[in-house]
Nanobody, 121 residues
Framework: VQLQASGGGSVQAGESMRLSCAAS????????MGWFRQAPGKEREFVAR????????HITDSVRGRFTISRDNAKNTVYLQMNSLTPEDTATYYC???????????????WGQGTLVTVSS
């Protein structure tokens, strides 16, 4: 399955942005999906994950309450809604697909190319 992340860009602190991850060459409903980010000079970090059905998810502590993850299996797309953005959220955001349905699995097999989010103060 090929993943295409989109929706990044430049925003001011406090604004919102929604990232999308569209899948092709496969059915997204077979995968749990995750979002990760990598800031300049830092290691990639987990942001959020949603299970196959979309009924369960978890969000990393640093963005909980500001970011939400959702999916539309009919559209083969997963979303990351980001609100109240801060400069610390500046990073390249990646989506990834995991064939397991365990909510805390890290067995991601497919990765998108990343979309850059820049938040200025």
């Amino acid at each position: 399955v090929q993943l295409q992340a989109s929706g990044g860009g430049s925003v001011q602190a406090g604004e919102s942005m929604r990232l999308s991850c569209a899948a092709s060459g496969g059915t997204l409903r077979r995968y749990s999906m995750g979002w990760f980010r990598q800031a300049p000079g830092k290691e990639r970090e987990f942001v959020a994950r949603i299970n196959r059905s979309g009924l369960n998810w978890h969000i990393t502590d640093s963005v909980r309450g500001r970011f939400t993850i959702s999916r539309d299996n009919a559209k083969n797309t997963v979303y990351l809604q980001m609100n109240s953005l801060t400069p610390e959220d500046t990073a390249t955001y990646y989506c990834a697909a995991d064939p397991t349905d365990f909510l805390y699995s890290t067995a991601y097999e497919y990765w998108g190319q990343g979309t850059l989010v820049t938040v200025s103060s």
